[in-house]
């Protein structure tokens, strides 16, 4: 079994900082790509930013900027430091990673749970 275990979330005031946190667990072989998504109210899940095993980085042109995406492979924990952020930031922020299995060796996508950000005065 694997589990992704986001923290971090939480109500911040425009202008302000964040930053989340995802550390994967379990029956883990590799991991590839890990990545941020979020998705608001009423909107489909959209792709924030993501991060190659080696740390090529990738980002939505909404965030570019302000927002940076960093892994550290030892702890297999990626993160998101999230700054000048804006009430269009409000979302549940989901961790995503590309995770191949001891058990099954084959790689397919993970997901935790939601963290959420709240951008409000």
């Known amino acids: 079994q694997v589990q992704l275990v986001e923290s971090g979330g939480g109500l911040v005031q425009p202008g302000g900082s964040l930053r989340v946190s995802c550390v994967v667990s379990?029956?883990?072989?590799?991991?590839?790509?890990m990545g941020w998504y979020r998705q608001a109210p009423g909107k489909q899940r959209e792709l924030v930013a993501d991060?190659?095993?080696?740390?090529?980085?990738n980002y939505a042109d909404s965030v570019k900027g302000r927002f940076t995406i960093s892994r550290d492979n030892a702890k297999n924990t990626v993160y998101l430091q999230m700054n000048s952020l804006k009430p269009e930031d409000t979302a549940t922020y989901y961790c995503?990673?590309?995770?191949?299995?001891?058990?099954?060796?084959?790689?397919?996508?993970?997901w935790g749970q939601g963290a959420q950000v709240t951008v409000s005065s």
């Open positions: 991060i190659t095993r080696g740390g090529t980085t």
């Open positions: 379990g029956m883990i072989f590799s991991i590839n790509t």
């Open positions: 995503d990673a590309q995770i191949i299995t001891l058990d099954t060796m084959r790689m397919r996508d993970y």
